[in-house]
């Protein structure tokens, strides 16, 4: 793996290793898009009402 790389080649140098270059990076944001509702219309979300049946 490249983190086991640079960790042996900054032992073997004597400095330390940037924990950035080390630990793994959030994906970040999605690229932004447009939402079309044209024949798409919105829908009401809402819960279902619970029913105890005994």
Do not use: D
């Amino acid at each position: 793996k490249l983190s086991e790389q640079l960790k042996r080649a900054a032992k073997e140098s004597g400095k330390p290793v940037p924990l950035s270059s080390i630990k793994r990076q959030p994906q970040g944001p999605r690229k932004q898009h447009l939402v079309r509702t044209r024949g798409n219309k919105p829908q009401i979300v809402e819960p279902i009402p619970y029913q105890f049946v005994a």
